[in-house]
C-alpha cells in the first residue's frame, strides 16, 4: 500500500511502468484473496442469520419460514396499502403501521412457532419456525 | 376532459377544473326491496326528491395521507365531494362517513379531515373508524376525536325522523384468519338496542366492513355478521351501509337491502379480478373521478323506504 501511495504522490515516478503494474496486480491479488475471503464468510453469516418476508398482494411470502434460532427476521410491505405484522398471542412485538416500503425487523432466539397476521387485514396470516 | 400533459400541477388543475363541472350521477331508488338506477336530470329524480321527508349524504374511505397513484390529491378529491354535497338543493340533515377517513391514522392526517369537513354546510357528522383509523392504539385517538361517547366500545345508536340509525364497529379485536369483527359484547347491545323497536321502524345500520360475506379471500365480510343480520329481520325495511371497497355492490335478502359505498380517494377492483384489493392504478387521465363519489340517501315517508342516491364525482 506504501508502494501505491508514493506512485501516485510522485508526478514523475515511472508509475505506469509494468512492473509497478506487475507489483501492484500482485498487491491487489493478495487483497482479494485474503480480506474479501474474510468478508464474504461474515457476510454469508449474516445472511444464513437474516430472512427477508415479503409483503405484496395482501400475502407474506413467504408464507411459512422455518429458520434457526437467532435468526434476524425482516418484513418489508411492498404494497400500496399500510400493514402491520402482528403475533397471534403476543409472543413478539408487533410492528407500527408499514407503509410501503417500510421495514420491520425481529430476532427469533427461542424455538418455536410464531403464528402471526395483519391486524388491519387479518386474512392474511403467516408462520415463522424457530428450530 | 382529457389531459395528457406530464405536468402534474397541469394535470392536477385540469382534474379539478373537470370536478367542477356538472357531471353523470345514479340515482338509487329502492322500490320493494329492489333497487332501481336512474340518472341524475330526469325527470323521475325531481319527483322522488318531493317526496322525501329528509335526506342525508355518505361519504366514505377518504383515505388522508394517501399520495400514490392514481390519486396524487385526496384532499381535493374529499374537498370536492364535501362541495357537491354543499351544492345539493335540498340540504342533507347530517353527514355519514362510514370509515378509512386516514390512511395511517396519524395525528396530522386526521387534523387534515377535520379541517376538510369543517367546510361542510352540513353541521353534524356520524363517524365509523375503518381499519386504517385504528392502527397502533385500537382507535383511542379516533374515537377521543371522532367519536359519539354513548359506549366504551365506540357503537350508537340515534333516532331521526322516525328512522332509527345504528353505528357498529367491526375493524377491532380482528382475529387471525378472520374477517371483521362485532364481537359478542357489541351483539348483545345491538339485540337490547333494538328490543324495544316496533318492526314498522324503519332501521339504517352503518359500518366499515361489508355486513355480508361479500368476497371473504379479500377480506370483504364480518365473521359475526350473520347474528346481527338475524336480530334486523324482524325489521320491515332496513338497510345496511358499508365502506371498505371502494366501489359499489349491492345485496338484498329479504328486506335487508345491503350497500357498499364507493370512495372519495381511490377505487378497488371488483371482488377477485387481479391478484390483491389494492388500489387501481391504472386510470385514464381526466377518469378518476367517475370512480369517487359519495351517496345520498333521502328517506320517503309513508313507503317506508330508502331511496339511496349514488353520485359520482362531477
Redesign the interface.
Given at each position: 500500500m506504501k508502494a501505491m501511495a508514493q506512485g501516485f504522490t510522485r508526478p514523475r515516478a515511472p508509475f505506469w511502468r509494468p512492473g509497478v503494474l506487475l507489483v501492484m496486480g500482485a498487491l491487489c491479488c493478495v487483497g482479494v484473496a485474503s480480506h474479501p475471503a474474510m468478508a464474504a464468510s461474515a457476510s454469508a453469516l449474516k445472511a444464513m442469520q437474516t430472512q427477508q418476508i415479503g409483503i405484496r398482494n395482501f400475502a407474506f411470502a413467504p408464507a411459512t419460514l422455518s429458520v434457526p434460532a437467532g435468526t434476524r427476521v425482516v418484513w418489508t410491505n411492498q404494497d400500496e396499502e399500510p400493514h402491520v405484522v402482528t403475533s397471534a398471542g403476543s409472543l413478539f412485538a408487533s410492528s407500527k403501521g408499514l407503509d410501503t416500503g417500510d421495514s420491520y425487523a425481529v430476532t427469533f432466539s427461542k424455538p418455536g412457532t410464531y403464528a402471526y397476521y395483519c391486524s388491519i387485514h387479518p386474512m392474511m396470516v403467516g408462520t415463522i419456525i424457530v428450530r | 376532459m382529457q389531459d395528457n400533459h406530464d405536468n402534474e400541477a397541469g394535470n392536477r388543475r385540469q382534474f379539478l377544473k373537470c370536478m367542477a363541472w356538472a357531471g353523470a350521477g345514479t340515482l338509487w331508488l329502492m322500490k320493494g326491496g329492489v333497487l332501481r338506477a336512474q340518472p341524475f336530470g330526469d325527470g323521475a329524480l325531481t319527483a322522488s326528491l318531493a317526496d322525501a321527508s329528509f335526506s342525508f349524504a355518505q361519504i366514505s374511505d377518504s383515505h388522508i395521507g394517501f399520495h400514490?397513484e392514481p390519486n396524487m390529491d385526496v384532499v381535493g378529491t374529499l374537498r370536492a365531494s364535501v362541495a357537491r354535497v354543499n351544492a345539493q338543493a335540498a340540504r342533507p340533515d347530517f353527514l355519514l362517513h362510514t370509515g378509512d377517513l386516514t390512511?395511517?391514522?396519524k395525528p396530522e392526517e386526521f387534523d387534515t379531515l377535520a379541517g376538510v369537513m369543517q367546510e361542510s354546510h352540513v353541521r353534524k357528522v356520524f363517524y365509523v373508524p375503518g381499519?386504517?383509523d385504528?392502527?397502533?392504539d385500537n382507535g383511542a385517538e379516533f374515537f377521543r376525536r371522532f367519536g359519539e361517547r354513548q359506549h366504551a366500545g365506540g357503537w350508537y345508536s340515534f333516532d331521526h325522523r322516525g328512522v332509527h340509525f345504528v353505528g357498529l364497529i367491526n375493524?377491532l379485536n380482528?382475529?387471525?384468519?378472520?374477517?371483521g369483527s362485532l364481537g359478542a359484547e357489541q351483539l348483545a347491545w345491538l339485540k337490547k338496542d333494538l328490543a324495544g323497536l316496533s318492526a314498522e321502524t324503519p332501521l339504517v345500520v352503518f359500518a366499515h366492513m361489508p355486513l355480508w360475506p361479500l368476497y371473504?379471500?379479500?377480506?370483504w365480510g364480518t365473521d359475526d355478521s350473520a347474528e346481527a343480520m338475524s336480530y334486523l329481520r324482524w325489521f320491515g325495511s332496513v338497510s345496511v351501509l358499508n365502506g371498505h371497497i371502494h366501489q359499489i355492490q349491492q345485496k338484498v335478502e329479504g328486506n335487508i337491502t345491503f350497500y357498499t359505498a364507493r370512495s372519495t380517494a381511490y377505487p378497488q377492483p371488483a371482488p377477485g379480478v387481479g391478484?390483491?384489493?389494492?388500489?387501481m392504478?391504472e386510470i385514464a387521465p381526466g377518469a378518476l373521478h367517475r370512480y369517487l363519489g359519495i351517496r345520498d340517501v333521502r328517506h320517503v315517508r309513508g313507503r317506508q323506504a330508502l331511496a339511496v342516491t349514488e353520485e359520482v364525482l362531477p
Open positions: - | 400514490k390512511h395511517l391514522s381499519e386504517h385504528v392502527i397502533g375493524v380482528l382475529k387471525a384468519g378472520g374477517l371473504p379471500p379479500w377480506g391478484p390483491g384489493p389494492g388500489p392504478k
